[in-house]
């Protein structure tokens, strides 16, 4: 895919600070513990979703950003041929995962957050 990145055509997109890196993982528990050990990353909010993404093993998966104007951040990504690859509903917020990869090597998610629901399990315990 070729996108010119030019100011008339509203490029680039503006999303804001990420807050967010999805990694895929085989082992959860060991990944927890290690980015906590050795870094102290955490604590982690464990989350189940579904249907599992095992077509492409481990690594970074996405990044994300909160918009507040996510019909308008939606229809620029579209504007520029870039679709959503799965959306859906998290609590009262909504999220969307870009078809991003072939430009950026990663998948991108943009979210709206009204609430959170609690999560399936924290670590470290608290």
Known sequence: MDIHFDAAGGLPIRLGDVLQ???VVTDLQRSMEAYWKLLG???WKIYTYAPPMQARGEGLHHIQSR???IEEVLAAFERLG???LM???FGEGEFYYLDT???LG???EIFRRKSRPA???VYPPE
Do not use: A, F, W
């Open 21 to 23: 890196t999805g990694l």
């Open 106 to 108: 990663v998948v991108y």
């Open 119 to 121: 999560p399936d399990g």
């Open 82 to 84: 870039i679709g959503v």
């Open 87 to 89: 959306s859906g509903k």
């Open 101 to 103: 990869e072939p430009i």
């Open 67 to 69: 918009v507040e104007n």
């Open 41 to 43: 990353i955490g604590p």
